[in-house]
């Protein structure tokens, strides 16, 4: 099996060091009721701080930063598209919605993305599981209609890219002689995410690489495999990506009492706000991380919410989407990640709270790990080994 990608996370809704105050998935109704004490180090997501996790990521020997989508953070096209002077290497996983944007547009603005970039963008579909987030913008489709339209989405964009003049005429989206100028090269790898039936067969027909959240491994393997089957009926094959967040340190010890530091760090009205907000989703990937906690809310020890050897569920306890985190010393973190790899992940997107200092973790104590155990090519090791050996 080839050796993995490493990606991080771009904070484009704040970062902080503990798991409230900002972020993605958080309730804006949690947020609203936060006081000081448990805001206090909060980082704005101005185009500095952003450069600076940008800079560190690529520095470290990372791929490409994830950035997210929503009404909760600052607009990943934007943003990206800022950064791509501050950096030289790094790649731009963009997320967007597929229900708000034109598709030729779509395919217009990652064409030109290309050319002012070198060839650094990737692009994750988000169709969309929060009712109340989809309203924002307003779409009140219903997740099968939401699903049907980003499968003519797709479509359409990837004829626009290879098929100019492109005609279409679907149920959601009918156009003529699609085309962008100068053509788009090259095409950027598509990430597509979604637990529920309606996911599979769009993900199979169109995605290059199908992302799923951090749920143990044998969780993983079984829709890894249901994927898969989906994509040779389809006549193609898919690569696999985790998202998930990571928290290790030179001894399984340390990690845990920081785990646990940032469970004390939680109030449980706020939890118990973010956990009916939650429940509220329409997601199946959002309820598979509720229910890896078996609807449990209150919890003493960190170690209660270890649901597989060192992948920790404290995260969702406050925060919507990837809600598990890799928790243990280096060795564990990377043999974790060797798990994963084993099954078929080919793709990790990692992220921590703060995401600079979690990069300089993981990139000098994971990254060499993962390199001896065959996981990942030595030139991402050699990267991160030099940057935090430089102290940059």
């Not at 290879?162 to 002689?177: L, T, Y």
């Amino acid at each position: 099996m080839p050796g993995a990608r490493l990606h991080w996370f771009l904070p484009t809704s704040g970062d902080n060091r503990g798991l409230v105050g900002a972020g993605q998935g958080v309730p804006a109704s949690v947020r609203a009721g936060l006081d000081e004490t448990v805001t206090h180090g909060f980082r704005a997501p101005s185009i500095d701080y952003l450069a600076q996790v940008a800079r560190t990521a690529e520095q470290l020997g990372f791929e490409g930063v994830l950035t997210p989508t929503g009404t909760f953070c600052e607009d990943a096209w934007l943003t990206t598209a800022a950064l791509i002077r501050e950096t030289t290497r790094l790649k731009f996983l963009v997320a967007f919605r597929p229900g708000v944007v034109n598709p030729v547009l779509a395919a217009q603005m990652a064409a030109t993305y290309q050319r002012i970039s070198g060839g650094r963008l990737m692009l994750n579909v988000v169709t969309g599981g929060e009712p109340r987030e989809q309203a924002r913008f307003g779409d009140t489709a219903a997740k099968e209609v939401r699903y049907a339209r980003t499968e003519e989405f797709l479509a359409v964009v990837r004829g626009t890219w290879s098929q100019a003049p492109f005609d279409f005429d679907g149920d959601h989206f009918r156009v003529e002689g699609a085309m962008v100028s100068g053509g788009i090269d090259p095409v950027p790898d598509v990430y597509f995410g979604g637990s529920s039936g309606p996911a599979g067969p769009v993900a199979a027909k169109h995605a290059d690489v199908y992302l799923t959240w951090g749920e143990p491994p044998e969780l993983v393997a079984e829709k890894i495999a249901w994927m898969r089957e989906l994509a040779r009926a389809e006549g193609r094959t898919l690569r696999f990506g985790l998202r998930v967040h990571t928290l290790s340190r030179d001894t399984s010890e340390a990690a845990w009492a920081h785990a646990q530091t940032l469970l004390d760090g939680l109030d449980p009205a706020t939890v118990a706000g973010a956990q009916e907000a939650l429940r509220a989703s329409e997601s199946t990937g959002q309820q598979r991380m509720l229910a890896l906690r078996d609807g449990r809310t209150s919890f003493d020890s960190a170690r209660e919410l270890e649901v597989s050897p060192n992948l920790w569920t404290g995260v969702g306890l406050v925060r919507g989407g990837a809600g598990t985190a890799l928790v243990g010393s280096h060795d564990e973190v990377a043999a974790r990640i060797a798990d994963y790899h084993a099954v078929g992940v080919d793709e990790f997107i990692l992220s921590g709270y703060p995401h600079v200092e979690e990069a300089y973790w993981f990139a000098g104590g994971v990254m060499p790990r993962l390199a001896a155990l065959g996981v990942t090519g030595a030139a991402t090791t050699t990267r991160g080994r030099e940057a935090v050996a430089a102290g940059r």
